[in-house]
């Protein structure tokens, strides 16, 4: 018997996974350029591999797509706020380049008298 390749097992488990999580074969052949016949049979051989305990159910893909819901806007909220942060620190960065920056600039401040300006 010869010996498969793992790379095409793991890729034959993935295309019959996504045929049993409900995307249709004729869909799967033209992705993964195989007939439609064939993604049955990696079906097939699949549910005698792994038993039906390895289908999600449908509560579980539910709550799976649900939860990658909930990540997904935390992670917008995340690049959001990492965005604005560094808008910030970019801000602040060119502030430190100036060499006299507003900020810090005598004119905004009270002039000092010194007992050389009085008569």
Avoid at 14 to 33: D, F, H, P
Avoid at 36 to 59: C, H, M, Q, S
């Amino acid at each position: 018997m010869k010996k498969r390749n793992h790379v095409y097992e793991e890729v034959r488990n993935k295309v019959a996974q996504e045929a049993l999580s409900g995307i249709r074969t004729g869909v799967l052949a033209r992705k993964y350029e195989v007939s439609p016949k064939t993604i049955r049979n990696w079906v097939k051989e699949y549910r005698e591999t792994f038993g039906e305990d390895a289908v999600p159910t449908l509560d579980e893909r539910v709550q799976e797509s649900k939860r990658l819901a909930e990540l997904e806007a935390k992670y917008e909220q995340a690049l959001k706020a990492l965005g604005e942060k560094e808008l910030e620190n970019n801000i602040l960065r060119e502030l430190v380049k100036k060499s006299r920056p507003v900020s810090m600039t005598n004119s905004t401040l009270p002039k000092r008298s010194s007992s050389r300006d009085t008569p």
